[in-house]
């Protein structure tokens, strides 16, 4: 990661103004990840907790609970992808930010699978890791340039796979509002939350009251599940 300065505060009010962001950096190489730990928390991030292995990073993410998990795939032990799976089945309000050394496209979709919010290279500047930890904390999807139409191409062939369950219950799909569906079709297409806001002219915070409503009815657990949800559905199409 080059060493650019920060550009605004890095940290910040949390999600709801409610204090800093609360992170976890996992890594398995001392100084990449003292280095990572000591820059978000010069930025204005409340850095929890630390791990240098998979199996410590599960534990002490549930001791910490942080608000968003900065995960290296490339861990002993446990593999990341394994460590995300558990960490967000433990707490489906935890994000998971990977930042990996690997811009594999296999690896980068098994992250987001696994439900990571979010996969950064490591070549990212300081700047750029702030920024994505600030967005991913905010429920963005955030990616390396490049990535995030590899990672919508793959909902994309999924969603038009048939699969061995077909949705039965699609009848009995919860009811969303007429603004609900709006918000969740700009989602699809992979507007963040401030450019929503922008184009239905309401307030960042009134996005996120929408998004966390239909979550609930949908009883789906992050925004990577809403959008693969509103993919099979073609809302991205509309």
């Not at 062939?157 to 509002?177: E, N, W, Y």
Request: charged share 25%; glycine share 10%.
């Amino acid at each position: 990661m080059t060493d650019t300065a920060a550009g605004e505060p890095g940290g910040g009010p949390g999600r709801s103004g409610q204090g800093p962001v609360k992170v976890m950096v996992v890594d398995d190489h001392p100084m990449w990840r003292d280095a990572v730990a000591r820059d978000l928390s010069e930025s204005g991030f409340e850095v929890v907790a630390t791990a240098g292995d998979g199996d410590q990073a599960v534990r002490r993410a549930k001791a910490a609970a942080p608000d968003v998990l900065v995960l290296d795939l490339n861990l002993p032990g446990k593999p990341g992808v394994q460590v995300c799976k558990e960490v967000v089945a433990a707490n489906p309000a935890l994000r998971v930010l990977v930042l990996s050394a690997s811009g594999e496209h296999a690896d980068v979709l098994e992250a987001v699978k696994s439900g990571a919010t979010g996969y950064l290279l490591k070549s990212a500047s300081t700047q750029d890791l702030q920024a994505a930890v600030r967005r991913t904390a905010a429920g963005d999807p955030v990616f390396t340039p490049g990535l995030a139409g590899l990672v919508l191409g793959e909902y994309r062939r999924l969603a038009s796979d048939p699969g061995p369950a077909p949705d039965s219950g699609a009848s009995k799909a919860p009811r969303l509002t007429g603004r609900e569906t709006e918000v969740l079709r700009l989602v699809a297409k992979g507007l963040s939350y401030k450019q929503i806001a922008e184009r239905l002219v309401i307030s960042h915070r009134t996005v996120q009251n929408h998004v966390q409503n239909t979550l609930g009815k949908l009883q789906l657990h992050n925004r990577v599940e809403l959008v693969r949800y509103a993919i099979e559905r073609g809302l991205d199409d509309e």
